[in-house]
């Protein structure tokens, strides 16, 4: 880990980075977690010219290996392009500098190779050199149409081409194309295409999954029901259309019920701290993003996808996030041991998830890896640390608590915690989607999201789909009321905490 007399505090410990690289067929130690962002890498070419917003040093058509992308790299700026045999569409854009604001730890291993991470995340993205853009590119790709017939084969070569999971859920994708196949035609209405996608991805039962026609949004997920249940209970429907008012509830609900109104709010009610009870400490993580003090962040029920837009929006959550982390540990260092409540969590950013973890930290471990699908097989792992991160780390008893609203970059932060030894997971196990979303765009506009990474524990765990159990299982939404169940199997940590902080 850098120290801060080599990085700035914004960025010293922010990175849980890629432990090994995968490169020309062997892995290399190539990019440390501290790397600073003023300091790209790029082992050929000007790295002083890229700097100043000359990309001549990457120029070039480069493919990447999964996930569907093509870059087209010009001096002054880039195209990025989502690309199967079927369609080609310009998925983000823009001039030289939002490249390098966008993207860093940029690094040509050869001519042909090419790999760089998205800012400040975790993951490093790799690329083969084309000849040039391929043939369906040409011309400014595929036209844009409401035709059924032309959006249906595009929905599914989409998921045909990087959906990672059909063996593990026992769908057969082709099997469920021949099924559909002829109910499509050229009359057929928008409403009813879309019943048709509800079909097909239903099987699937991954709250990754997703198409977004405009006002209407088709997701599939086995916490339905309980998400249902938590909007009753604190009253609001839709609870993702309404994210931070939710967060604020239930935050309020926290404070009143476990500490007695006495704890400290921090990043627009996404985290909060306390004693809840002499000695015992309590740090309840609502989501990976939504930090930052501004209105575009309160507003912001998702990411953003742009990537110079999403670089910005990082920055500002990193900033908003590390120090309120840092007060939070301080103020509960005296604690003999630490409740960590993940149990109603939105996801986020990985890297925000690892910034956590990394406040509980011992020492650098491995975390987890994960890998690309790229349509007949896994891309090379990638090995990511959770490392000690901010002033001061605990490392005294802690427990985290998880439940089926545990979801996505809450996932990651239970991997990060569970890589260290003085952590017990107490709840019910989380819901299983650990893989990134991966966007693509129908010809008709549609948004299609789609889980294509694989992510594995150390000891080669493979959580998708079933979640990750606890260590010890307790129920947490088996009351009918919200604040009964919470409480329940809060008491159970506590006992649990207090057995360990006396042995």
Request: charged share 25%; hydrophobic share 40%.
């Amino acid at each position: 880990m850098w120290s801060s007399a080599r990085a700035p505090s914004w960025s010293a410990s922010r990175r849980s980075g890629l432990r090994k690289q995968y490169r020309s067929g062997e892995f290399c130690d190539s990019f440390a977690s501290g790397t600073q962002r003023s300091s790209r890498r790029m082992s050929s070419g000007d790295n002083s010219r890229a700097m100043m917003g000359d990309l001549s040093s990457i120029e070039g058509v480069w493919q990447s290996r999964g996930y569907g992308w093509v870059f087209d790299i010009q001096p002054d700026g880039y195209r990025r392009w989502n690309v199967t045999e079927r369609t080609a569409d310009v998925a983000d854009h823009g001039v030289a500098s939002d490249f390098l604001i966008g993207f860093d730890r940029i690094d040509r291993s050869s001519p042909d190779e090419l790999s760089f991470c998205v800012y400040e995340e975790i993951t490093r993205y790799h690329f083969t050199r084309l000849s040039g853009l391929p043939t369906i590119c040409l011309g400014g790709g595929t036209p844009a149409t409401q035709d059924p017939e032309e959006n249906f084969r595009a929905f599914w070569q989409q998921f045909a081409d990087h959906y990672a999971f059909f063996s593990q859920k026992g769908v057969n994708w082709q099997e469920i194309h021949d099924a559909q196949v002829d109910r499509i035609g050229p009359g057929m209405s928008a409403d009813r295409l879309l019943d048709v996608f509800a079909e097909m991805i239903t099987p699937l039962e991954d709250a990754h999954v997703a198409v977004v026609a405009e006002e209407r949004v088709l997701k599939v997920s086995k916490s339905a029901t309980l998400r249902a249940f938590l909007e009753r209970e604190i009253r609001i429907d839709p609870y993702w259309e309404n994210r931070n008012e939710c967060n604020r509830r239930i935050c309020a609900l926290y404070d009143r019920e476990f500490l007695g109104g006495a704890g400290t709010k921090a990043c627009n009610d996404h985290l909060l701290w306390g004693e809840i009870q002499p000695g015992i400490g309590y740090l309840a993580v609502l989501g990976e993003f939504g930090f930052s003090d501004s209105d575009f962040t309160r507003r912001s029920n998702d990411l953003p996808r742009g990537r110079r837009e999403s670089a910005e929006f990082l920055h500002a959550e990193l900033a908003a996030l590390e120090p309120a982390l840092d007060r939070a540990i301080g103020d509960l260092s005296d604690c003999r041991a630490i409740l960590v409540d993940a149990r109603i969590n939105n996801g986020g950013f990985d890297v925000a998830a690892l910034a956590v973890a990394g406040r509980f930290a011992d020492k650098r471990r491995l975390a987890f890896s994960k890998a690309a699908w790229n349509g007949w097989s896994f891309e090379p792992r990638q090995e990511i640390d959770v490392a000690p991160a901010g002033p001061r780390q605990f490392t005294k008893p802690t427990m985290l608590l998880t439940s089926a609203l545990t979801p996505s970059a809450g996932e990651i932060l239970v991997l990060g915690m569970m890589a260290l030894p003085h952590v017990t997971r107490v709840g019910e196990s989380t819901l299983g989607i650990l893989s990134d979303n991966l966007y693509k765009t129908l010809p008709n506009g549609w948004e299609l999201s789609i889980s294509n990474e694989l992510y594995l524990a150390p000891d080669g765990s493979f959580y998708e789909g079933c979640g990750i159990p606890p260590d010890v299982e307790v129920p947490v939404f088996g009351e009918p009321d919200l604040a009964k169940g919470l409480r329940s199997s809060l008491d159970r940590a506590v006992k649990i905490a207090e057995a360990a902080s006396s042995a």
